[in-house]
């Protein structure tokens, strides 16, 4: 069971290329998520879905796409990497979001990334 | 938009030491959760704390959930160097997504 797998784990990307960070979940969750994570920043929302075919915006969503065409995958696309998309982006993936009892989030290790 | 502060945002003891630290917001939430990262890896899930009030304990750790459901702390007992790392809250509003804290960064030193 390996969880949450993210690849790769290191890229730097020049501004204006593009790339697809590949976010993969073995627990048959049906919600997953894309956070970034900036020093002293904690963890902002980039896009969610709660099942295949399914996805919405989070609180940074610009510049970033993502599509969900099975259960197990999430990619990230980044289009036109701007040196403000530096980051480490974390996929997560959990059961439910029950208001009254939040499933926890399973995350991967991340992927860190550079634009320069 | 729900804010989540953390407190306080370093802490740096020696190794038997016990500490506290702090999660508060102006607003209520359904539910809380402490996470603990590690330098290279995604948080990992310590404690969900749902009801106004309760306290759950993870071994040395001890959460505690506001009256109000506005804010949480996590207190550890006898710190030890496996306990350094970054310490996350989330709270779950209304509409069940997680807003994060900027997280706590603790280093116990040997």
């Known amino acids: 069971n390996a969880g949450v797998t993210q690849t790769p784990k290191f890229r730097i990307l020049k501004i204006g290329q593009s790339m697809t960070l590949q976010c993969a979940q073995d627990m048959n969750h049906n919600y997953m998520y894309w956070y970034r994570q900036d020093p002293g920043m904690g963890l902002k929302l980039i896009y969610y879905?709660?099942?295949?075919?399914?996805?919405d915006k989070g609180e940074v969503p610009n510049g970033y796409n993502v599509s969900r065409s099975t259960t197990e995958d999430f990619p990230l696309r980044l289009e036109l990497a701007a040196p403000s998309q530096t980051s480490v982006y974390f996929c997560?993936?959990?059961?439910?979001?029950?208001?009254?009892?939040?499933?926890?989030?399973?995350f991967g290790n991340g992927t860190r990334l550079t634009v320069t | 938009t729900q804010l989540l502060e953390q407190s306080p945002q370093f802490l740096s003891i020696q190794e038997g030491e016990n500490l506290t630290v702090y999660c508060n917001s102006s607003?209520?939430?359904?539910?809380l959760q402490w996470y603990r990262q590690e330098p290279g890896e995604g948080p990992v899930l310590l404690v969900t704390v749902v009801t106004g009030g309760e306290v759950k304990k993870l071994k040395r750790l001890t959460f505690q959930f506001g009256d109000a459901r506005k804010d949480s702390s996590l207190h550890i007992t006898a710190a030890q160097p496996g306990d350094t790392g970054l310490y996350l809250c989330?709270?779950?509003?209304?509409?069940?997504?997680?807003?994060f804290g900027k997280g706590i960064t603790l280093s116990v030193r040997p």
């Open positions: 989330a709270g779950a509003g209304a509409n069940s997504k997680l807003t």
């Open positions: 997560a993936s959990s059961y439910s979001t029950d208001s009254s009892y939040n499933s926890p989030l399973h």
């Open positions: 879905s709660v099942g295949a075919g399914i996805t």
């Open positions: 607003s209520v939430f359904s539910s």
